[in-house]
């Protein structure tokens, strides 16, 4: 299955799931497109996007970052810990 461009009006990513996802900043980008496009509000759901893309260690950590924090950890506060981990600035 081929996907379709993404026109400057579209609402979704243009992403493919067959190739395997590259580690540290692929993962930091596509949040951050989540967030920017409103998809994710929550670390749950960044959690579950992460896993879904194929970013499993990524996503066990922002999930037990959720349970550590008793699920109060934003979509925002998510991406930081992302970037911290990897070393983003």
């Known amino acids: 299955m081929v996907d379709e461009p993404a026109t400057p009006h579209s609402t979704t990513l243009a992403v493919s799931t067959d190739a395997v996802p590259p580690k540290g900043a692929g993962c930091i980008q596509l949040v951050q497109d989540a967030i920017g496009l409103r998809e994710v509000k929550h670390g ?39 970037e911290q981990v990897s070393g983003a600035p």
């Open 44 to 82: 749950r759901h960044v959690a579950d996007l992460l896993a879904e893309r194929g970013y499993f260690d990524e996503a066990e950590r922002i999930g037990a970052e959720v349970r550590a924090q008793n699920g109060h950890l934003s979509a925002r506060q998510a991406l930081r810990l992302l």
